[in-house]
Each structure stands twice: as C-alpha cells, then as structure tokens.
Nanobody, 124 residues
C-alpha cells in the first residue's frame, strides 16, 4: 500500500509558476514505483498530465503541458515534484499525485494509488 500526499497548490496569475510536491509513504522501496500527476476539472474529467519512471530515467507528458511542466523525483526523500511554469487559466484543476508499479505508459492509463488532490487556480 502506497499513501500519497500532495502539497503546493494555490492561486497564481496567468504566466506564473507553482511547484507541486507529492510525499509518498510505502513499505517497499519507492524506486520500484512510477509516479505521476493527473488533473481534474468539472468539464473535462480526469486527465493524465505527466509521469516519471521509478529511477527517474524516463518521463512522459500530455501535449498540452510539454515545454511548460517538468516532472522530477527524489527517491531518497520519497517525494515527487511537478514544476509548472507559464501557467494558463486552462491549467486550473485539482491535481492528483499517482503511483504504481510499472512504466510511464501504464501509469498514464490506470494508476493504482492516488493522493487526495491539491487545487491549482490560475487567474487571467
């Protein structure tokens, strides 16, 4: 069982930046788990945003955030990060940290473990 807790959400103006953090607790080595982020809005439902392999050697992003968002992780701290730059109003959503055994493509489809979510609001 992996528990995930997000932090770092908030209100920011368009063009601004935020960094989300995801603290993981696991009985096993966290580097066995890919980590990532989904987001949810009332109109679009849940959307995959980004993922990173257990070792941090590979990443994947949805096209809408490529070049603006960067996913990373620190396995010693059991923490994942999502650096979000050039934020736009359409990035407004609840952001969820996710994790699962396997690679980034599998994580993008149906991750097993979810955090509670953190709200990101971008004003125009």
């Amino acid at each position: 069982q992996v528990q995930l807790e997000e932090s770092g959400g908030g209100l920011v103006q368009a063009g601004g930046s935020l960094r989300l953090s995801c603290a993981a607790s696991a009985p096993t080595v966290i580097s066995n788990y890919a980590m990532g982020w989904f987001r949810q809005t009332p109109g679009k439902g849940r959307e995959f945003v980004a993922a990173i392999t257990g070792s941090g050697s590979a990443t994947d992003y949805v096209d809408a955030v490529k070049g603006r968002f960067t996913i990373s992780r620190d396995n010693a701290k059991k923490t994942g990060y999502l650096q979000m730059n050039s934020l736009q109003p359409e990035d407004t959503a609840i952001y969820y940290c996710v994790a699962d055994i396997g690679g980034v493509k599998m994580l993008a489809k149906s991750p097993r473990y979810w955090g509670q979510g953190t709200q990101v609001t971008v004003s125009s």
